[in-house]
């Protein structure tokens, strides 16, 4: 029995998230729903106004695009960064003033109006096969009734005004209000990837909130300018606002393309030694994203995850160095100061190609004793060895007598956490048959 390798179906939800899952889309949809028929029987209030935040959010979803998914770290269905879209959708939910005179659009219009524009701006990324996920939609719905009712309803009966007027407490509620619907932004987006993935929550959770800290801010501070620019002069106010936020998007998609080549390069470098018979087949791609899975369950954060992911991509990369090749390119058996001296060869490789320093500090130190290695370097050696053992048929009980081989090793060769996580892994999905893949005789691991 082998291993399926990445780019076949994701791990299966969790049966204990499916419920969270459909609680979330069930609500954006009735949500959704009511907003576009009240907004329907009713009629637009101020359609002018609507129809520039429309156009608007329907631009920045035109101008989205998805974030490249590494092997086993990327959330499922990816991020979909649209923060001009969002940006406009959270302004127009705060929007209390037009030029000096109050709005009364309501809380079920602006949903109304976000749902209906951001659907104008998905067809053309349906057209190609880029359509965003429907979690995506999903918590946008739900993200911007969220900040529309803890503002509409205090502007529109005049408490607002009494409490806070025009002072400069007024900001700080706005950016404290978006701040709130950000973290509830976030525990959505964690919640429905730990559905989704069965990953852990902790980690999913951090990683959201950290990202807040970048573009998330910039879409909060650019909500707050749009809204009370707007209340001063008017939507003429949007075009000048938002010119420095899409600017900030085709950035991140000029980055976004640069890191999608560096990554593939690196993908292709790791196939020198399968092209040069030294390893098998796909075993590299099959050592990342099993790495990648447990490294998410050990709580590694995305940066760690890339650079686990890199290091295992290229861990076999010193195998060029040898005259002949090592038996179905299996290095667990051979004794460890040759293992070493493999590894520490694979480290200078890494770091001719450029890659960070951390990537090749786990490639020279994977074959270290685990109590010296850093902790990527652990998971490495770990899935490395257990692809080993699995595909090279050493084993007739397949998967379960390579963990306990590799349970007789946690003394000196592997760490037990490791070994542990990755049996939690395989469990979660490690046996199944896999779309192509099963067509093939072979295995998924999850996360691939």
Request: one cysteine or more; aromatic letters at 6%.
């Amino acid at each position: 029995m082998t291993a399926a390798v990445p780019g076949g179906d994701a791990p299966g939800p969790c049966r204990g998230g499916t419920a969270a899952v459909a609680l979330v889309r069930g609500s954006a949809a009735a949500l959704t729903a009511l907003a576009l028929g009240w907004t329907l029987w009713h009629g637009v209030v101020e359609p002018a106004t609507a129809l520039a935040f429309g156009v608007l959010i329907t631009v920045g979803e035109l101008a989205r695009r998805e974030a490249p998914e590494a092997a086993g770290h990327a959330l499922a269905g990816g991020r979909q960064p649209a923060p001009l879209g969002s940006a406009g959708a959270l302004a127009y939910a705060l929007l209390g003033q037009n030029a000096g005179r109050p709005t009364h659009h309501g809380v079920l219009q602006i949903v109304a109006v976000v749902v209906a524009a951001a659907l104008v701006g998905v067809v053309p990324h349906v057209a190609t096969g880029r359509a965003p996920a429907l979690d995506h939609v999903a918590r946008r719905v739900l993200t911007v009734a969220f900040a529309a009712v803890c503002f509409q309803p205090l502007y529109n009966s005049g408490r607002l005004d009494r409490w806070l007027g025009q002072s400069p407490y007024l900001v700080g509620y706005l950016v404290a209000l978006l701040g709130l619907t950000a973290l509830c932004d976030a525990v959505l987006a964690a919640a429905l990837a730990a559905a989704r993935t069965g990953w852990p929550y902790g980690p999913l959770l951090r990683d959201e909130l950290g990202a807040l800290r970048g573009i998330g801010s910039a879409i909060c501070a650019s909500g707050v300018v749009m809204a009370l620019g707007t209340a001063v002069v008017g939507p003429w106010a949007l075009p000048v606002f938002s010119v420095p936020l899409l600017l900030t998007q085709l950035s991140f998609r000029r980055i976004w393309g640069v890191r999608t080549t560096y990554r593939q390069t690196i993908t292709s470098l790791a196939r020198a030694t399968e092209i040069a018979g030294y390893t098998r087949q796909g075993h590299a791609r099959r050592v990342a994203a099993l790495s990648c899975a447990v490294g998410r369950e050990l709580g590694l954060t995305e940066r760690d995850l890339t650079v686990l992911e890199y290091a295992a991509l290229m861990h076999d990369i010193g195998q060029l160095s040898l005259v002949d090749p090592v038996p179905s390119g299996a290095t667990a058996p051979l004794p460890a100061p040759e293992r070493q001296r493999i590894a520490r060869l694979g480290g200078e490789v890494a770091r001719q190609t450029g890659v960070p320093a951390e990537v090749a500090v786990v490639v020279e130190r994977q074959a270290d004793p685990y109590r010296e290695q850093p902790v990527a370097a652990r998971i490495v050696r770990a899935v490395n060895a257990y692809d080993d053992l699995v595909g090279g048929a050493r084993h007739p009980g397949g998967s379960l007598a390579a963990l306990e081989q590799l349970r007789l090793g946690t003394g000196h060769e592997y760490e037990p956490r490791v070994v542990e996580c990755l049996a939690r892994v395989l469990q979660r999905g490690g046996g199944r048959p896999s779309g192509a893949a099963a067509g093939a005789g072979v295995t998924a691991y999850p996360g691939g």
